[in-house]
């Protein structure tokens, strides 16, 4: 996967763990040594970041080569190996705690993902991710939310409009944030959807009046007033539900007929799913790719 955003995180995470170089490792290991290591599951979750390991193994070392057993999406339980590599052990070393950051983390945030869609099952609502990532792993935590079987929202502020209660206090109320937008897509030549944030009933009638949007998002709205909304707005636009959601209520909003659901906590609260990169033996066997047994 070629990626600038990934290519950047990948040569960032080496320069700030590598440094001048792996001490320990140039100590203890010989230059010619050889080894194989497997990427243990130690939890009960949901699998992302392989691809992502293959890359910064190659980053660090194009010699060293991945068996990929289980791919990104598996459910994956204590004791299933991911993948086994094998190269150069200073090689290995260098690249163990980089991959482990970034497969935990992705594999706790699609982990949490799928807990969120599973609570939307049988409904037309979509789990979507937010802003509240990681500065510099926003790809990272939206791609591990794909993989847990939610959607992505806007990736940052260039590729959507969408209109937040600050833009409408300093812009002088929905109606003239809603045309300075179009008055500034139009002088641009620019064509992005248009989002519009409303904080109450009220709020919705103006923003009906005043059209010009694709998704209207209803922002810490109760069940009972999210419900009376979806009934406003059936049928114009597009219907997003964000603030306070949390795992336990998501299907009663979700059971309003909203169309999606945004959620910080995919990517803001999430724990990283424990596992573990360890030497094996030389002489052990994997398994066929896609068979989940213990070592």
Do not use: W
Not at 8 to 14: D, F, Q, S
Not at 129 to 155: C, F, Y
Not at 195 to 220: C, K, P, W, Y
């Amino acid at each position: 996967m070629k990626n600038q955003y990934i290519d950047n995180l990948i040569a960032l995470a080496i320069a700030e763990d590598i440094g001048d170089g792996d001490h320990t490792s140039l100590a203890c290991i010989p230059p010619e040594a050889q080894g194989k290591m497997k990427l243990l599951i130690k939890e009960t979750g949901i699998l992302a970041g392989v691809a992502i390991a293959g890359q910064i193994f190659t980053a660090i070392d194009p010699l060293l080569q991945t068996d990929v057993r289980l791919q990104d999406g598996t459910a994956v339980e204590p004791g299933d190996v991911a993948f086994y590599v094998h190269g150069a052990v200073r090689s290995l070393l260098q690249a163990e705690r980089i991959v482990l950051n970034v497969v935990q983390r992705m594999s706790g945030v699609a982990t949490q993902t799928a807990r969120c869609v599973q609570q939307l099952k049988g409904l037309k609502t979509r789990i979507l991710d937010t802003r509240k990532t990681t500065p510099g792993m926003r790809i990272l935590d939206k791609m591990a939310v794909k993989t847990g079987g939610g959607e992505n929202h806007r990736m940052g502020l260039f590729d959507m409009i969408l209109i937040k209660d600050n833009h409408i206090d300093f812009a002088g109320g929905i109606e003239k944030a809603i045309r300075k937008v179009h008055a500034y897509l139009a002088s641009t030549g620019r064509t992005l959807p248009v989002e519009i944030e409303v904080r109450s009933l009220a709020d919705i009638h103006t923003a009906l009046r005043t059209g010009g949007v694709q998704r209207i998002m209803l922002d810490n709205f109760s069940i009972d007033d999210t419900r009376e909304a979806v009934q406003l707005i059936a049928g114009r636009y597009e219907t997003e539900s964000s603030g306070g959601i949390t795992l336990e209520t998501l299907r009663d909003y979700a059971l309003c007929g909203v169309d999606y659901i945004s959620a910080g906590a995919l990517t803001h609260h999430i724990k990283s799913l424990d596992m573990s990169l360890k030497a094996c033996p030389g002489d052990e066997q994997p398994a066929s790719p896609g068979t989940k047994t213990n070592p």
